[in-house]
């Protein structure tokens, strides 16, 4: 299947700090990108839409202010959780579907913040 | 009524039995179905892919999806302790849509 990185895998800051979280698609070119946070047993929360070129769209209920994104080109997305405390302790998943053909979604590894 | 229901278990099989995962949803402009495999920590994996209605078969797994029933099925063959995963079901009315999720179902297959 197609490859999609996370980076960092995990990561550790102290609140009141930013955090980058980036997402590649490997092999192939994504105009959209999807991003999740999940906590422990739960399912997947998708919190925005990622689009190349334009501004990201975000689900209800979601900070547009503390989760910025940037979709600056056509293989890569940024996730930037301004301010981060303790409660955006989670796990930040990215996808990407591949256009053309099957569209399949592939999932990134996912990238564990925890701030202190 | 959610979207996409599933049961979210556990399910708990021995070694080498039949294991039955299913999903019903609600919104008929779903097309695109697909079950993924989350092992603790890890992103969810792509298994199985299907569009519209019918069969799929890969290997131990076979996925069916009945559009007139909004019923859609995994079913794993012979199942062995490394599938013991969370097995979550994802549906889309277009390619490049969002994906709606059910709860996830967690497996276990004990030796």
């Known amino acids: 299947g197609a490859v999609v990185s996370q980076h960092p895998s995990w990561v550790i800051c102290k609140s009141g700090t930013s955090v980058k979280i980036e997402c590649r698609s490997l092999?192939?070119?994504?105009?959209?990108m999807f991003w999740y946070r999940q906590f422990p047993k739960q399912s997947l929360m998708l919190m925005a839409t990622?689009?190349?070129?334009?501004?990201?769209?975000?689900e209800q209920g979601v900070e547009k202010d503390k989760f910025l994104i940037n979709h600056a080109s056509l293989t890569l997305s940024t996730l930037t959780v301004t301010s981060a405390h303790p409660e955006d302790s989670s796990f930040y998943i990215c996808?990407?579907?591949?256009?053309?053909?099957?569209?399949?979604?592939?999932f990134g590894p996912g990238t564990r913040l925890t701030v202190l | 009524q959610k979207e996409v229901e599933q049961d979210p278990g556990p399910l708990s099989v021995p070694e080498g039995a039949i294991v039955s995962l299913n999903c019903t949803y609600s919104?008929?402009?779903?097309?695109?179905f697909m079950w993924y495999r989350q092992y603790s920590r890890k992103g969810p994996e792509l298994l199985m892919y299907?569009?519209?209605?019918g069969n799929k078969e890969d290997g131990r797994f076979t996925a069916q999806v009945d559009k007139s029933s909004k019923y859609i099925s995994l079913f794993i063959r012979d199942s062995q302790p490394s599938d013991s995963a969370t097995y979550l079901c994802?549906?889309?009315?277009?390619?490049?849509?969002?994906?709606?999720f059910g709860k996830g179902m967690k497996l276990t297959v004990n030796p």
């Open positions: 996808s990407a579907p591949r256009q053309g053909g099957r569209n399949e979604q592939f």
């Open positions: 092999d192939f070119q994504a105009t959209t």
């Open positions: 990622s689009n190349e070129g334009s501004k990201a769209t975000y």
């Open positions: 919104n008929s402009a779903f097309q695109y």
């Open positions: 299907t569009y519209s209605s």
């Open positions: 994802a549906m889309s009315s277009g390619g490049s849509e969002k994906l709606v």
